[in-house]
């Protein structure tokens, strides 16, 4: 998948992010808060207290959502735009959320989030689909964890939502999310094989896994993965 593609990607996230923040607004929408909210929350598991990462954060509603149970969160988005939204919306929380605009496929730049102490847990929602390179931020986040740390995130179910019939090939396509958006953003399919893949050469077990439907058919369109670093493991590399 090549840089120019992933560049074209930005573009279309800083084009979209005004109509993006005006159709999520303060709560959300219905997709988030009843099929990726609920199982997020259960696999979690915030605490007060609890350091976290919240990876391409959007608008931060799900930023503030960690804030209101009483997390210290640091949340970012590649979208300079989007996070010029999330600070606006989210400034009731401010004292709890910090938002930064991050590269998700640059190793250093997502280690120099941590801020001298490890995080006890990270959260992506519905972002994995969306960048160019996981590897990275798989890396990453094992790193930036704490010895006993876990990492929450929802996708689109690769098994059912893959394009033109080709669920074994890794490849990207576009598509709209939320309809009337104002260009096209790319999405980037991986089997399951491959991202499980990622994260267990990095050292995570998977801990737990939810597949999600909508109301009107039983296939599964979101899936809820809990990966956990498993404190003393050995590495092997």
Same mark, same amino acid.
């Given at each position: 998948?090549?840089?120019? =593609?992933?560049?074209?990607?930005?573009? #279309?996230?800083? =084009? +979209?992010?005004?109509?993006?923040?005006? !159709?999520?607004?303060?709560?959300?929408?219905?997709?988030?808060?009843?099929?990726?909210?609920?199982?997020? %929350?259960?696999?979690?598991?915030?605490?007060?207290?609890?350091?976290?990462?919240? $990876?391409?954060?959007? +608008? @931060?509603? !799900?930023?503030?959502?960690?804030?209101?149970?009483? =997390?210290?969160?640091? #949340?970012?988005?590649?979208?300079?735009?989007?996070?010029?939204?999330?600070?606006?919306?989210?400034?009731?929380?401010?004292?709890?959320?910090?938002?930064?605009?991050?590269?998700?496929?640059?190793?250093?730049?997502?280690? /120099?989030?941590?801020?001298?102490?490890?995080?006890?847990?990270?959260?992506?929602?519905?972002?994995?689909? %969306?960048? =160019? %390179?996981?590897?990275?931020?798989?890396?990453?986040?094992?790193?930036?964890?704490?010895?006993?740390?876990?990492?929450?995130?929802?996708?689109?179910?690769?098994?059912?939502?893959?394009? %033109?019939?080709?669920?074994? /090939?890794?490849?990207?396509?576009?598509?709209?999310?939320?309809?009337?958006?104002?260009?096209?953003?790319? !999405?980037?399919?991986?089997?399951?094989?491959?991202?499980?893949?990622?994260?267990?050469?990095?050292?995570?077990?998977?801990?737990?896994?939810?597949?999600?439907?909508?109301?009107?058919?039983?296939?599964?369109?979101?899936?809820?993965?809990?990966?956990?670093? $498993?404190? @003393?493991?050995?590495?092997?590399?």
């Amino acid at each position: 998948m090549s840089t120019t =593609a992933f560049n074209n990607g930005l573009a #279309a996230w800083e =084009a +979209n992010a005004e109509f993006w923040d005006n !159709y999520m607004g303060d709560k959300s929408n219905a997709f988030f808060n009843h099929l990726v909210c609920p199982n997020t %929350d259960v696999l979690l598991e915030i605490k007060p207290g609890d350091f976290v990462l919240d $990876i391409a954060c959007g +608008n @931060g509603n !799900y930023s503030e959502r960690l804030a209101l149970q009483g =997390a210290k969160v640091i #949340a970012f988005d590649y979208s300079a735009k989007m996070i010029e939204h999330a600070k606006k919306r989210r400034a009731h929380v401010s004292d709890n959320v910090s938002f930064h605009v991050c590269d998700a496929t640059d190793y250093a730049a997502l280690l /120099s989030l941590q801020q001298g102490s490890p995080f006890d847990k990270a959260v992506s929602n519905m972002a994995v689909m %969306d960048i =160019a %390179d996981i590897a990275p931020l798989f890396k990453a986040v094992y790193h930036i964890l704490s010895e006993t740390g876990i990492f929450v995130f929802t996708t689109h179910h690769p098994c059912f939502t893959h394009p %033109d019939g080709a669920y074994l /090939s890794e490849r990207l396509h576009t598509g709209e999310a939320i309809r009337g958006q104002p260009v096209p953003q790319n !999405y980037y399919h991986r089997p399951l094989q491959s991202i499980l893949s990622l994260a267990f050469g990095e050292g995570f077990v998977l801990d737990s896994f939810i597949e999600t439907h909508d109301d009107i058919t039983e296939i599964p369109i979101v899936i809820t993965v809990r990966l956990r670093k $498993i404190n @003393g493991l050995v590495r092997g590399k």
